[in-house]
Structures are given as C-alpha cells and as structure tokens.
C-alpha cells in the first residue's frame, strides 16, 4: 500500500486522507455525516445495509461509502437526489419490515431522508419471528433484526472465531441462525456477548436490559459509565460499566481500544455479578 | 482453526458413506492441492477442503433425502465446517431441505415460470398430487421449449428429467450454415472419436500454433462478446486474466442456466459437450490457467452426464491433464453442480458457491479478472461465448467478424417458447429482427394475435407488437432501450392472462433475491405485495422501488428486478393506478 495521501472531492470539496481510507472516512473527514447501519469501525464491511451510498462521478450506480476505497481523482456526492432517494427507500424498507422502535439512532436519518415506512399497504410481510429467550445473559428478539450481518461478523472471522450463528434462509426468508435453530445453550455458542455488543437495533439484549425494560425500568439517560480494567486475567481488556441505580446493568468495550477493539469474553461481558454478592453471583 | 463444536447427532452409516465417497475418495486431478490456501478474510477461507461441502450436502440431500442434523455434522467434522454456517449454505438452495420428508421417494420438481405456466403447469401439479406424488413447485427449469417442465429428484436414485430421451427440439439442426449448433443432432455427443471426426481438437491445435497472444488477438480481433447477458468483450477479458499477477489462475464455465426462458446452454452441452471442454481448454492455455471449472445448474442431469463422460474421455486420451496432446501445457477441468439458486449465475455468487459458501455476489470492484474464484485471476465465460472461440480460431477473426453487423459479430442462439409453433434453438446471425426470429418459429399460435413479447428473460422486458421489427442485435437493442439478455424471446398471444404472468415474474424476483442487501431483498418483496394491491399497482411506488433497486443494489438481480414489470405496466399490460 502506497503511503501518500489521497485526495477526493466530497460535494465540491477536496479532502485528503491516508492512503486505505475508505470513501466514508473522506465524508467524515468533510465534515459530512453519513448514516451507517452495518457498519463498524471493527468490523469487516460487508456493504449490505446499502444506507451509506454516494453518487461516485463515471459510476452507473451508487457506491457504498463504507467499503469503497478512496481513489486520487474520485467525485462523490453526498446529497443528490438519487442519494437521498436510495437512503430514503432502504431506511423506509427497513421501517417496513422491522421493529425498530429501540435504534433511536436511525430516527433523526429517517426524518432528514422523509422516509415514510407507512407507505407499503395495510399488511406489508415483516420479519415475524418469536421471541428468544434461551438462558439468563441475553435474549434475541429478531423482529428487530435488520441482518446487517454484524453479530455473524462478531461471532465468526472478525473477533470470536466461535461460528455458532449464521445466516440462513435467503432472500426476505434470510435469518440469523444456528444450525437448525438449535437453542443457544446447545450451540457452539460461548456467551462472549460481542454480538450482543454489535448489533444496531436491540434484536439481541442483555438479559438485564431487558428484564428492565419489560418491568419499563429501563432508563438509560440515568445511567453512569464507568471506565475501568478487567481483573479476571493479565490481557489488560477495558470494561465500561453501566450502572443504573447502583447495579451493573450492562458491561461493553470501547471498540477504539487497542486490546478488544469493542470485544469482550465471557468473564469480562457477564462475569460481573459477584460484584452485587448475592444467589446470582454464580450465574457464569 | 478452532475446534468446531457438534450437536449430539450422528449420521447413519449410508449418510456417512454417501458423504465420505465425495469427500473422502480421491479429490480428482482438479482439485486444489494443501498449499493452495484461501486466504480472502479470515479462518473460514483458510480451510482448502471447504470447497467440497456442495458436492457433499448434493450426497446427503441425495441418500437421505434432507440435510438431516447427523449428515450435517458428518460433513461438518469431516470439512471442519462449523455447523451453523454450514446450515446456512444448505438453507440458500432449493434441492435442499433441512426437515425431514417423512417419505422415501423421488421428488417432482414441476416449472411455474410462465412458459410452463401459460401451457398448464397448474393442471399437471395438480394431478401428480392427485397420485400422491411429493411435488415442488420450481422456478425455471431451463425446458421452456417443452413445457411444462418437469425434474425428478431421485432419492438414492439418479436425478432425471422425464424428456431426457426425447430428441432436442433445433428446428434447423442439419443445416449446414449453422456454426454454433453444427453438430446437435447430427454427431453421436458421447463419442470423443466423432467429435474428432467432425473438426474436434482442431480448433486446440491451431490456438498452440498461434500462442497465447495470438489466441487473444484473434479474439479481440474478432470482437465477440459475452453472451450471458452482460456483453462483455471476451478479448479484454482474456487478456486482463492473462496480465494479472497471481497464481494459479482459473477459466470458469457458467452453466447455471436460470434466467427464465433460457434454455439454450442445456440443449449446447446436452449435444455438444466435447466443444465446451476443448474451448475451456484453449482459455485455460490462452491465459496461463491451471484449472478449469464447470458450474452446471443442478436441474440439468443429462448435460452432467454427458459432461462427466466427456471429461474422461478427454482425459483418457491426453486432451486434459499433464501435457496436452504432446505440448507443454498442463490443465484440467472439475465439473460441479448447482443446487437450486438463480442467483449463483451471478459470477461472483457462482465463485462464492463454488467456495463453499452462500451463493451472494460480492461488491465489485475487485473484478473477477484479478479476484476471481479463490480469489485469483479467473475468466468467467458462459458456454455458448465459448462456443463461438472455436469458430473465431479455425476461420480467423476476420471471417468471423465479417457475420452479424458491425457492433455485434458472429450469430446468437435464440431461445423460442410460448405460443409458437415451433418453440426451440434457434441460430441466426446478428442482424435479424423479432419480427423474423417469430416467424422462423411458426408465427404466433394460441389466438395468432401477439400480445406481447418477453425479450431477454425475467431480467429483460415486454415488447409489444410494434417492437417486432426491433433488430436483434447489442446495439438495436440498446437503441429500444430493451436488452438481448441471455437470447429469450418468450411468446404470448392476447389469450393469456398477462397480470398472472407479470405477477410470477415478481414472484420469481422475491424468491431468488440472495437476501443479502437491503433494496433488493424488502424492494424485491414490496414489488411483489404491491402487485397484488385492490385497485391495482401504484406505478407511482413501483417507480419509487425500481429506482433504489437499480442504484443501490449489490448486484444485477437487484438492478433488473423491476424490468420487465414497469415495461409491463408502460404497455398496459396489467392496469396501475398512477
Ligand atoms: C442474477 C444474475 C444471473 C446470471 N445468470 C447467468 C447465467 O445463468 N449464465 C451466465 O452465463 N451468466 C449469467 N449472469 C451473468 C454473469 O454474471 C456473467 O456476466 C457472465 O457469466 C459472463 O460470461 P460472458 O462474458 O461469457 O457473458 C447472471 C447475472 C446476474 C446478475
Ligand atoms: S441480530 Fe442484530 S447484529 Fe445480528 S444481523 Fe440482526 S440486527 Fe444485525
Ligand atoms: S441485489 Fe439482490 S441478489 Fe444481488 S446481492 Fe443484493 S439482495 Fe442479493
Ligand atoms: S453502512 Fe455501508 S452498506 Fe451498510
Ligand atoms: S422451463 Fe418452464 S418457463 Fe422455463
């Protein structure tokens, strides 16, 4: 890889950045806020959700921002109408289709694009999955799913290397699984939680969120971060703990620190519960 | 790798040897040697067996008629495959089950895409319910000149289709102008000797006289262009693979045949199946490749057949392997079957699949031409492009280019059903008109009033009658804003019940959209609904979908899905509120 920075024009604007740097870092380095939904700084882009698109001058189609290269010479733009079109329909699409009353995150897109997720008719299809409550770390609501691929990512080459859920099915059909549905405690996998940690929507919940959240306890405004390093083993794995009257609900990694990038073990994820004392102390 | 962690199933010992003869036996001269590693993303792309788990999900499917857990863990341990993306690759295809059928027999897979549809599909899934017969409804299956299709999956027993025996329907098969289908019909299509005796290997020899660069001169030279749709210049192609850093390059054949009403690389290899391998053969020479690959779609047992028989024949006689016919060159040539994914004709989905993976195309760039099939410099082509090398080599590119006009040289193949009276193969030069290709076929049949046409497949578009006199050619065409696709040209006369029709098609979309990006998998889906809406299609919405498909998809399945029924919508085929 060449070192010499590279230099695109993002809506008229020239910006440089590193040589690797993707067409999204170009916008964000612009200055341009772009939405993102399977996207994430740790993991591998698999271009799928299609939200990021920019128009790329000589391009037929649109290009997903997140994955493309910044090339010397490239033209994007960020807001044309075919842009705000294509991130109008896919935000609407998933709206459709998908419970998404718990990404907030996606809701300031929604109103910049006018998405419009009514627009479908009385019975769109949608994803009408039941609810997975298999053991007490966490629980998988794929009514919320937007397969943005993240948790099969997390689970497999990009962090935990365990395999225990894929994607199966195709098309509207396609489902994140494991092997026949098996239940979590009976598959390969290891609670480590990374994906729990990577998902966009909620669709896969600690089980304390949502135990609060099904008491309508939850509040997450309330709760403060406390930034701290894991004492199970000598690896040095950050911990934020999330604490909501005065008990961890809830334990992430930064995804920008150096050890985990964002990923977690069983111990760090889960193993806090020795901290409140108590009957569930021995729950790992 | 990490160990992989197996449920308590077990297979059954005829899974387990079903399982083990594929991938235990002798990989076969093709396959990849240990130091060959997939290094594409991580530990799943390191494992170099994982390319064998589609032919052993096809032996599971086969002897036990599902993917049952136990079998699934057999491979899984065997491949080290973890289990749930395993489950994952099984779960994308259609000649894939993951319940249990409760029965032992052979399943008939009966066609409801519309040529079948319009000749009574519903009639004859009907009675062979009626006779308790397990049946599957089918997209396509690549028969639209005999309708209704039928494939029979066999349980423990060969697949087949009921019209194997039957004679291919070339109308103008023994005409001695013909160049593409010169020997359907007329020469014995299991005899390596009379592949010889009509011209065979001929075509091989010359490409060593004239080297690799000549080889790829001449056919730059003779401007030919990629007949599965895309109409890319096979030349460039050829020569971006041949100029490619990295090693061992690979030719691909894509036989996955699904676009609905093509049928044309059936009846090509079902007659002539040594042609494809002495051509794959000269690509593989031409542009410094090690290995060749046949994907074949799954539903086409007779041309495996015949394919299999072909390889080793060639291979017996020195055509393949370590130096061939006495020179240098060293290749061979793997066929594998598909299992039931439209979509796995998309070359970058055809490489996943083959990989062992599911069948979803990958964003381009990269290109096939520098990463390919593991990742490697490959040429993708599909069969009848090949075909025409053969032709371009032994009369020179000159005479090859002077046939058809000047944007599109050489003939195409037609693929003629609905209401004619000669459904079938056709082969004519570039230049021929709609017009000409219906009337080659017996004019309209049914009411003998045209409705309307079906021009390049599902992922073409609907003319109506005043398009009769639009040549065939890439660029009249484009000027019509229409597109050869893969050469379908299906019929319909003012009888049929064209809303049910362009409502299959969106159906068809629905179904074999891979699932993987998000305009095409819900767009493909709410065009389907909206179709069905009380007071007719909103064209207004449909528009809205179309134009997201169309720039935001991953892949071109995303990007015509909404082709053919805006044209209907445009020609009033079905109504549409605004
Ligand atoms: C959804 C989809 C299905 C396709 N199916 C086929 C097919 O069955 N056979 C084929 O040759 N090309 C098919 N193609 C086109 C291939 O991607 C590719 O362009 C072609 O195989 C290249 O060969 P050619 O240059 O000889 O035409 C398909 C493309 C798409 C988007
Ligand atoms: S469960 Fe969450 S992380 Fe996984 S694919 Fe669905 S939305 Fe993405
Ligand atoms: S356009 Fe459709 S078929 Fe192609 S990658 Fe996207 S979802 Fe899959
Ligand atoms: S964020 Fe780029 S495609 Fe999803
Ligand atoms: S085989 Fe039925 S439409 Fe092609």
């Not at chain 1, 290397?161 to 098309?171: D, E, L, M, P, S």
Request: proline share 7%.
């Amino acid at each position: 890889m060449s070192e010499t920075p590279v230099t695109i024009t993002v809506d008229g604007q020239p910006v440089q950045v590193p040589a690797g740097s993707t067409v999204l870092d170009a916008c964000t380095a612009a200055g341009v806020d772009t939405p993102t939904i399977c996207y994430a700084p740790n993991l591998t882009p698999v271009n799928v959700c299609r939200v990021c698109v920019v128009e790329l001058e000589g391009s037929r189609t649109l290009v997903p921002s997140c994955s493309r290269r910044a090339e010397a010479g490239m033209a994007v733009q960020t807001d044309s109408e075919r842009v705000r079109h294509s991130r109008k329909m896919v935000l609407e699409f998933l709206g459709s289709a998908v419970e998404l009353d718990q990404a907030p995150q996606l809701d300031p897109w929604m109103a910049r694009y006018g998405a419009d997720p009514g627009r479908y008719g009385p019975a769109p299809a949608t994803m009408d999955e039941p609810l997975r409550v298999q053991d007490d770390l966490y629980i998988r609501d794929y009514d919320r799913c937007v397969l943005c691929y993240k948790c099969v990512e997390a689970c497999g080459d990009d962090a935990q290397h365990t395999f225990a859920i894929a994607v199966a099915g195709r098309g509207f059909g396609a489902r994140i699984r494991t092997e026949f549905d098996t239940a979590l405690p009976e598959s390969a996998c290891v609670y480590c939680g990374n994906c729990v940690a990577v998902c966009p929507t909620n669709a896969l919940q600690f089980k304390t969120e949502f135990d609060l959240r099904q008491a309508a306890n939850w509040r997450p405004e309330e709760h403060s971060v406390t930034r701290t390093v894991c004492s199970y083993c000598g690896v040095g794995c950050n911990l934020e703990l999330h604490v909501q009257d005065e008990r961890i609900v809830k334990v992430t990694s930064p995804s920008d620190h150096e050890v985990t990038n964002g990923h977690l073990c069983i111990k760090g994820r889960f193993g806090w519960a020795y901290v409140h004392g108590g009957a569930d102390s021995d729950q790992t | 790798m990490t160990d992989i962690h197996l449920g308590p199933d077990r297979a059954t010992e005829a899974e387990a040897a079903a399982i083990d003869a594929v991938v235990g036996a002798s990989l076969g001269p093709a396959v990849l040697t240990p130091s060959e590693r997939l290094v594409v993303g991580g530990t799943t792309r390191r494992n170099e067996r994982r390319h064998l788990l589609l032919p052993a999900l096809h032996a599971l499917q086969h002897t036990a008629g599902w993917i049952s857990p136990g079998g699934l863990n057999h491979i899984c341990d065997t491949l080290q495959v973890p289990p749930a993306e395993a489950y994952g690759v099984a779960t994308f295809y259609d000649l894939f089950r993951v319940d249990d059928p409760g029965h032992d027999r052979d399943v008939l897979h009966v066609c409801v895409d519309p040529a079948c549809r319009i000749a009574g599909a519903a009639d004859v899934i009907a009675a062979a319910r009626a006779e308790g017969r397990p049946v599957q409804e089918s997209p396509c299956l690549g028969q639209c000149e005999r309708p209704v299709a039928c494939f029979v999956q066999g349980r423990g027993r060969p697949d087949h289709t009921p019209a194997d025996g039957d004679p291919p329907l070339v109308p103008q098969a023994g005409d001695p102008t013909l160049r593409l289908l010169r020997r359907v019909g007329v020469v014995d299509p299991t005899s390596l000797e009379a592949y010889i005796g009509s011209g065979g290997y001929r075509a091989l020899t010359r490409a060593f006289t004239l080297g690799t660069e000549g080889v790829i001169a001449e056919l730059e030279a003779s401007k030919l262009m990629g007949r599965g749709g895309a109409a890319f210049p096979t030349g460039t192609k050829w020569r971006a693979v041949a100029n490619a850093p990295g090693s061992p390059k690979h030719i691909v054949v894509n036989a996955d045949e699904s676009e609905p009403g093509t049928f044309k690389d059936r009846i090509l290899l079902e007659n002539d199946p040594f042609a494809l391998i002495e051509a794959v053969t000269i690509a593989g020479f031409a542009t410094g490749a090690a290995r060749g690959w046949i994907y074949l779609r799954g539903e086409y047992p007779l041309v495996a057949e015949r394919l299999t028989g072909a390889l080793a024949q060639a291979r017996a006689a020195g055509f393949l392997g370590e130096r061939i016919a006495r020179s240098s060159f060293n290749f061979d040539i793997e066929l594998r079957r598909g299992a039931g994914a439209y979509i796995c004709g998309e070359e970058t989905a055809l490489f996943n699949s083959l990989e062992g993976f599911r069948g979803e195309p990958r964003q381009k760039p990269p290109f096939p031409v520098t990463n390919g099939l593991f990742d490697r410099p490959t040429v993708i082509n599909n069969p009848e492009t090949l075909a025409n090398v053969l032709g371009i080599l032994l009369d020179g590119a000159a005479t090859y280019a002077a046939i058809g006009t000047e944007g599109s040289t050489g003939t195409k193949l037609f693929c003629l059903s609905g209401r004619v009276a000669r459904p079938g193969l056709y082969e004519v030069p570039f230049g021929a008109t709609l017009g000409d290709l219906v009337d080659l076929a017996g004019g309209v049949t049914g009411s003998g009033r045209l409705r309307a046409v079906l021009l390049g497949g599902a992922a073409g578009s609907f003319v109506g009658p005043e398009g009769l006199s639009v040549p065939l050619t890439f660029e009249g065409a484009r000027a019509a804003g229409v597109s050869l696709g893969s050469g379908v040209v299906m019929v319909f006369d003012d009888s049929v019940d064209m809303a049910d029709v362009v409502h299959r098609i969106a159906d068809f979309f629905r179904h074999e959209s891979c699932g993987q990006c998000v305009p095409c998998r819900v767009g493909t889906t709410r065009q389907h609904e909206l179709l069905a809406a009380p007071d007719g299609p909103p064209a207004g919405l449909l528009e809205e979908i179309d134009r997201a498909m169309k720039d935001a998809s991953i892949c071109g399945l995303g990007h015509t899905a909404a082709t053919a029924v805006r044209s209907a919508l445009a020609l009033g085929l079905i109504g549409g509120q605004p």
